[in-house]
């Protein structure tokens, strides 16, 4: 059994809209949106974490104080 395989015709003003309307659809960065990558791998503290960094720090002012 033969086969004839034939590309589809298309015209090259076609192929231009094409790849113009495929680009058109990217999105453009903006700067403020950018983050550098050691902002994005940054590690968010969770709510215990916190509230302990508060204690120490509170900790800390006490033991000036008293001193």
Do not use: H
């Not at 309307?21 to 968010?44: A, C, F, H, T």
Request: hydrophobic fraction near 35%; proline fraction near 4%; aromatic fraction near 8%.
């Amino acid at each position: 059994m033969k086969r004839l395989a034939i590309e589809p015709m298309v015209t090259s003003e076609y192929n231009e809209w094409w790849s113009k309307r495929v680009n058109d659809n990217i999105p453009k960065l903006r700067e403020e949106d950018v983050r550098s990558i050691e902002e994005y791998l940054q590690v968010v503290p969770s709510e215990i974490e916190i509230i302990k960094q508060d204690f120490k720090k509170r900790n800390l002012e006490l033991e000036k104080k008293i001193e």
